[in-house]
């Protein structure tokens, strides 16, 4: 083994215990976006994250620039190349069915149990031990290094935009915050918000309900049926039949209320959850009275998590099948609102599916583009992708080919960048409830990530 990267080992080996307290203290500051007050564009909270993680990089002698509360940045090294890790210390809301703590930061059979374990605080952590190690063990490298702790990753990217907006790009940078050795390639992410009035009916949805952000798959949804006299009888007939012990009702006077639960998901891969508005809509279906079933069978397929009642299913080679989640859901003046956040492959275009959607659903939808981030994607061959490849296979004996995914990170925002591994098998996945992470797995992460740092600084110099 390269002598430089025991050096390293040796000084995370001696510090493993900093590392996990540091790592627990962070993940209890609830971290969700809130309200922006001066200073802190994404709220208290968030910044007193970024003020935590601003002091662990000060006390490490480190320079540091605080961009407004967007994000800030520490740097340390000399040179003219530059190479950068970007984590964020954003936060998803917790949702129901915590058995833990959500900011509790509970260590159990090795496990710390928080929102933000995994996604990312704790490899952001992790991240800033490895560049600790590299500024400690070995200061004379002649590359510069950077950790970015970003604040808005998980609901718009303000954060990088404003890094790009004055700041310098990496050489090479990374973004802790995907699969290993690495995902070259990402999809882009789309969010269309389609509106629909709901036609007048004796079976009619008032209200609906349900999500908390386009990229979590939704728990819990409700919704309000108005059923007149006329078709009362054929809804009860139908409700003493229904099946779906997810979904819930109560009547009030003519309103028939609707409740349904799910399992929550990261909204890049729906399969892994079980979305309560995808029930909920495929109950309202089946009640539905045979001249209302064509409408609601729309707004039911609409949810389908390839893309099919959107009209914009499809698949690429390098990154393979299009998904959808129907992430918000919100009701107002007879108007029903649904916001998909579309993962799509690297060779479509977002204006596309715009497109694709409204022909798919006629005239009396109007759907509209809300963001769109253009997807990422490094040919096998490129001297990053190897890098990491490379140290992947050395640290851990395994050889494996580079990933895509549906996720969003960082790295598609950064110029020369790519997104790296975090977790291993039996850490929690995430945007899910208990979220955890092992010690274990911080401390080989940590492990890895100066590795990859060390070589890409040499790869840099050349």
Known sequence: MDSNVQLLRDWLTAHEDELVETTREILRIPSIEGEPEPNAPYGAENRRALDYALKLAADAGMETVDLEGHLAYATFGSGEKLIMSLGHIDVVPVGPGWKHEP???ELENGYIYARGST???GPTIASFFAMRAIKEALPDLGVRFRQAFGCNEESGFGCVERYVQTEEAPTFGVAPDSGWPLYHAEKGI??????????????????????QRPNIV?????ATIRVGDSVRGGVESKLADAWDRNVTTVWEGDQLHITSIGKAAHGATPIDGDSAAIRGFRFIRDLAPLNDQEFYSTVFHMGHIGGAGLGIAGADVPSKDLT?????????????????????PVTFKGTDLHAAAQEKLGAQFTVRIERDSAPLYFPLD??????VIDVYAEETGERKAPGTMGGGTYARAIPNSVSIGTGWLGDGN???TDERVAVASLVKMARIY?????????????
């Open 218 to 222: 939704i728990d819990s949804f409700s």
């Open 450 to 462: 100066a590795h990859i740092f060390y070589r890409l600084a040499m790869v840099a110099k050349g």
């Open 382 to 387: 490129h001297p990053l992708v190897q890098t």
């Open 324 to 344: 959808t989640n129907l992430g918000v859901i919100t009701f107002a003046d007879g108007v029903l609102t649904q916001l998909f956040n579309i993962r799509y």
């Open 103 to 105: 900011f509790g930061a």
């Open 430 to 432: 995430a945007h899910e």
């Open 190 to 211: 789309c969010d269309l918000v389609i509106d629909v009035k709901i036609p007048a009916s004796d079976f009619q949805l008032i209200d609906a309900h349900g999500g």
């Open 119 to 121: 996604d990312d605080k």
